[in-house]
């Protein structure tokens, strides 16, 4: 494993293979969403399903992503990002986004309509909700990043279903 971790517990960690890692974390089932940046470093989206809050006091969150993507130097930089959470409907945004059509970073906004917040990152104006961070920290763990971002902005989009990812398959929820 590379990347730096704090061992808790009193014997040494034996992970299981990543293969059967990611087959069970297949059925966990998790929101959809489209984080965004732009900034000093660009303009830069993905798709990701790990993102979690970690409080409300302040208002803050966390998004994963891997070190190898295209994304992680442009996010780094700009020190902003977005998370859109995707409505049912908008399977097709999301593969964009995940990189399933051959389309990088600035060309994903042709779909879909943009507009910005407080800190300049794009905001999709179908998503269900919208979280407008800035990063305050940024960890490396094993082969992903962990980005805490502080909440300065919400918009609360059209009430309707949310799309999730299960079992491989997008799900309306």
């Not at 969150?61 to 700009?78: E, T, Y």
Request: hydrophobic share 45%; charged share 15%; aromatic share 6%.
């Amino acid at each position: 494993m590379d990347g730096a971790f704090t061992v808790v517990a009193p014997e040494p960690v034996a992970c299981i293979e990543p293969a059967v890692f990611r087959e069970a974390m297949a059925k966990l089932g998790a929101a959809v969403h489209v984080v965004t940046t732009a900034g000093p470093g660009g303009k830069s989206g993905f798709t990701a399903t790990a993102v979690c809050s970690v409080s409300d006091e302040p208002a803050m969150l966390l998004v994963c992503l891997n070190r190898r993507s295209n994304s992680a130097p442009v996010l780094a930089q700009n020190g902003v990002f977005c998370v859109n959470t995707l409505g049912a409907d908008e399977s097709k945004l999301a593969d964009m986004f995940a990189g399933r059509s051959g389309v990088h970073l600035e060309e994903r906004f042709a779909i879909g309509e943009w507009t910005t917040l407080k800190t300049g990152s794009p905001v999709l104006a179908s998503a269900v909700v919208a979280f407008d961070c800035r990063t305050i920290e940024i960890k490396a763990v094993a082969s992903h990043n962990v980005f805490f971002g502080a909440v300065e902005a919400v918009r609360l989009g059209p009430s309707g279903q949310a799309l999730v990812y299960h079992d491989r398959l997008y799900k309306p929820v």
